[in-house]
């Protein structure tokens, strides 16, 4: 009888035992290191985010909202963004920019309102796009016939690289400002000023 009593508590004791252990194993598993999440990387490791950008010129207010995308080691012009072909311009979205008031791009008067921004990047010469349909995914949706305009620019080329794409409004008097946008080693500049209303 004292035996089985005996050998009853050592079952017992190993099978609290190896609960225990249990236990313990699944409290580690959960407190692994945990995964690292998007907001704590590095900035120039995070795939596109979301930015936008804001300037006043003049009487006009402008704002650009867009998906900034990283170089992250890759090449960029002839490479991810093809040369020759439209470009949304940022990421997963059009980039959309906005004008409070009504605007001239060399001689042409633009409407205020909201556009979508594109570009057809080349070696030695882009072409800068408005287009009437801002609320569009990448280049799927564009049609060549809802463009406002179309503008040739000379690409500044071999700056210090930009490892994000960036787009600024600068002021530069007189109702007068540019669009700039810079990524990678390269940047091209939109004139554009305000229209007086007489």
Same mark, same amino acid.
């Given at each position: 009888?004292?035996s089985?009593?005996?050998?009853t508590?050592?079952a017992?004791?190993?099978l609290?035992?190896?609960?225990n252990?249990n236990?313990?194993?699944?409290?580690?598993?959960?407190?692994?290191?945990?995964a690292?999440?998007?907001?704590?990387?590095?900035?120039?490791t995070?795939?596109?985010?979301?930015?936008?950008?804001?300037?006043?010129v003049?009487?006009?207010?402008?704002?650009?909202s867009?998906?900034?995308?990283?170089v992250?080691?890759?090449?960029?012009?002839?490479?991810?963004?093809?040369?020759?072909e439209?470009?949304?311009?940022?990421a997963?979205?059009?980039?959309?920019?906005?004008? &409070?008031?009504?605007?001239?791009?060399?001689g042409?008067?633009?409407?205020?309102?909201d556009?979508?921004?594109?570009?057809?990047?080349?070696?030695?010469?882009?072409?800068?796009?408005?287009n009437?349909?801002w609320?569009?995914h990448?280049?799927d949706?564009?049609?060549?016939?809802?463009?406002v305009?179309?503008v040739?620019?000379?690409?500044?080329?071999?700056?210090?690289?930009?490892?994000?794409?960036?787009?600024?409004?600068?002021?530069k008097?007189?109702?007068?400002?540019?669009?700039?946008?810079?990524?990678?080693?390269?940047?091209? &500049?939109?004139?554009?000023?305000?229209i007086?209303?007489?």
């Open positions: 009888m004292k089985y009593i005996i050998i508590w050592i017992m004791l190993l609290i035992s190896c609960q252990q236990r313990q194993e699944q409290k580690d598993q959960h407190h692994h290191e945990p690292v999440q998007a907001e704590t990387l590095p900035e120039n995070k795939k596109s985010i979301p930015k936008e950008a804001h300037g006043q003049g009487n006009v207010h402008v704002s650009i867009y998906y900034s995308p990283g992250r080691g890759r090449i960029i012009y002839g490479g991810l963004v093809p040369f020759g439209v470009w949304v311009t940022g997963h979205s059009a980039t959309k920019v906005s004008f &409070s008031e009504n605007i001239e791009i060399e042409t008067s633009i409407p205020k309102g556009y979508a921004i594109f570009t057809i990047p080349g070696e030695e010469k882009w072409t800068f796009i408005l009437k349909n609320e569009q990448l280049a949706d564009y049609k060549q016939e809802e463009d305009i179309r040739e620019l000379t690409p500044e080329v071999d700056l210090p690289i930009a490892e994000r794409l960036i787009y600024n409004i600068e002021d008097g007189n109702g007068k400002g540019i669009i700039k946008i810079q990524w990678e080693k390269r940047s091209i &500049s939109l004139p554009f000023e305000e007086i209303a007489h």
